[in-house]
T-cell receptor, first 115, second 115 residues
Framework: AQSVTQPDIHITVSEGASLELRCNYS??????LFWYVQSPGQGLQLLLK??????LVQGIKGFEAEFKRSQSSFNLRKPSVHWSDAAEYFC?????????????FGKGTKLSVKP | NAGVMQNPRHLVRRRGQEARLRCSPM?????VYWYRQLPEEGLKFMVY????????ESGMPKERFSAEFPKEGPSILRIQQVVRGDSAAYFC?????????????FGQGTRLTVV
């Protein structure tokens, strides 16, 4: 069965430090992969997506993610975290082709940022 | 171009009442998806609709829940005879017709509280 695992429920980093949020997926075919961010009481905003091509994907707000097929991973990274990055981050996988609205989400990783 | 609009943002219902959640997709979008987010959980897919058609309702509970997307007007997620366990955030997403490999855009969600 298709699934997404985000092993870290809660991560705390200092402002200015680097960040890596882990995401592993289980999917039979080539996955379509997404990272979304959710601020408290808000909806989801797309940070970046991977459909095909270059496995290193650049997103908004200085985030990037790397698709590693051999490890079934799509980890999110940021070189220097800002206090405004504190939020919950969700990794998701979608089926290939067509509209990408039927997604399987991980349980999320809550990011706290220390001053 | 306005984003996906959901209303109400917050809804309180007593056990046994009906809840109606509305979603207006982005302009030009004809695919709508509903998700439910329980506390401390990721989003779970419920249903995928196009205008006047239910395409995939594999995530919908078998009883009390229904969804529609009429030719005119917003998509409606209806929960009859609500119970405490229905308390959650319900998100709608939309995507355009005919575009391959495009992401879905999420609304701000409706937070349903059953008392």
């Amino acid at each position: 069965a298709q699934s997404v695992t985000q092993p870290d429920i809660h991560i705390t980093v200092s402002e200015g430090a680097s960040l890596e949020l882990r995401c592993n997926y289980s999917y039979g075919a080539t996955p379509y992969l997404f990272w979304y961010v959710q601020s408290p009481g808000q909806g989801l905003q797309l940070l970046l997506k991977y459909f095909s091509g270059d496995t290193l994907v650049q997103g908004i707000k200085g985030f990037e993610a790397e698709f590693k097929r051999s490890q079934s991973s799509f980890n999110l990274r940021k070189p220097s975290v800002h206090w405004s990055d504190a939020a919950e981050y969700f990794c998701a996988v979608g089926s290939g082709g067509g509209s990408q609205g039927n997604l399987i989400f991980g349980k999320g990783t809550k990011l706290s940022v220390k001053p | 171009n306005a984003g996906v609009m959901q209303n109400p943002r917050h809804l309180v219902r007593r056990r046994g009442q009906e809840a109606r959640l509305r979603c207006s997709p982005m302009k030009g979008h004809s695919h709508v998806y509903w998700y439910r987010q329980l506390p401390e959980e990721g989003l779970k897919f419920m249903v995928y609709l196009q205008k006047e058609n239910i395409i995939d309702e594999s995530g919908m509970p078998k009883e009390r829940f229904s969804a529609e997307f009429p030719k005119e007007g917003p998509s409606i997620l209806r929960i009859q005879q609500v119970v405490r366990g229905d308390s959650a955030a319900y998100f709608c997403a939309s995507s355009p017709l005919g575009q391959v490999n495009t992401e879905a855009f999420f609304g701000q969600g409706t937070r349903l509280t059953v008392v």
